[in-house]
């Protein structure tokens, strides 16, 4: 069973970094993607940065030059954002993404980012 666990979401200041962290459990061999996606209060769930098996990764255009994705050998998928704005401010969602034997994605819970100017 996949399971994926959020930590380190908190208020910070404009223009402050943060890093948030994902567990991700389970059978993890076959991924395609694992990443990070984000809902502001109001708004569509929408993608922030995905990362492949290879290390190829994409990143939303509003944090392309901001936010860094990681992943360790632990299958811990990291997000570290640098200056941060209230725009950001969102519960930010582990993702992963496979295709075998079928496609599934899996989510977590969920980790509360908010920035205050």
């Known amino acids: 069973q996949v399971r994926l666990v959020e930590s380190g979401g908190k208020m910070v200041q404009s223009g402050e970094s943060l890093e948030i962290s994902c567990t991700i459990s389970g059978a993890t061999r076959n991924f395609r993607f694992e990443g990070w996606y984000r809902q502001a209060p109001g708004k569509k769930r929408e993608v922030v940065a995905l990362?492949?098996?290879?290390?190829?990764k994409t990143y939303a255009d509003p944090v392309k030059d901001r936010f860094v994705i990681s992943r360790d050998t632990d299958h811990v998928v990291s997000l570290q954002m640098h200056n941060l704005q209230p725009e950001d401010t969102a519960m930010y969602y582990c993702?992963?993404?496979?295709?075998?034997?079928?496609?599934?994605?899996?989510w977590g819970r969920g980790t509360q980012v908010t920035v205050s100017s």
């Open positions: 993702y992963a993404h496979t295709t075998i034997p079928s496609r599934t994605e899996f």
């Open positions: 990362i492949e098996p290879d290390g190829a």
